[in-house]
């Protein structure tokens, strides 16, 4: 019987792999991601706060890369994995949505009290 030492477990990407609607659910993923960037190149802001949105689609875009490259990460330094920074960098993009909406928020307040 082999040392449960020398035998690796699958990281969460490789398990992903090997099921074959992996690749389709990788092109939803960035799919939408690309009809965010383009929507919001061809519309025009509504609402203030624009950067912040941008920053929460660019933290998702990074998480994206490092979920992909997390065993390289993990090797790199063997502190976190490339699947721990991903879900940093996701948190990270929702504050910068918590951000936006407060930025919004106020800009309506501010809108309602004018005398105009």
């Known amino acids: 019987m082999?040392?449960?030492?020398?035998?690796?477990?699958?990281?969460?990407s490789e398990l992903l792999r090997q099921v074959s609607i992996f690749g389709?659910?990788?092109?939803?993923?960035f799919g939408s991601l690309l009809a965010l960037v383009a929507f919001l190149?061809?519309?025009?802001?509504?609402?203030?706060?624009?950067e912040w949105l941008v920053t929460a689609l660019a933290a998702y875009a990074v998480?994206?890369?490092?979920e992909s490259e997390d065993q390289t990460i993990y090797h790199f330094g063997q502190i976190v994995s490339g699947?721990?920074?991903?879900?940093?960098?996701a948190a990270a993009g929702v504050g910068c949505l918590a951000l936006r909406a407060a930025k919004i928020a106020k800009a309506c307040k501010n809108a309602s009290s004018s005398p105009y």
Do not use: I
């Open 63 to 66: 998480s994206k890369v490092l």
């Open 24 to 29: 389709s659910a990788r092109r939803v993923q």
């Open 41 to 50: 190149t061809l519309r025009p802001a509504r609402y203030p706060g624009t």
């Open 2 to 12: 082999p040392d449960q030492a020398l035998v690796s477990k699958p990281t969460h």
């Open 83 to 89: 699947h721990t920074l991903k879900h940093l960098l």
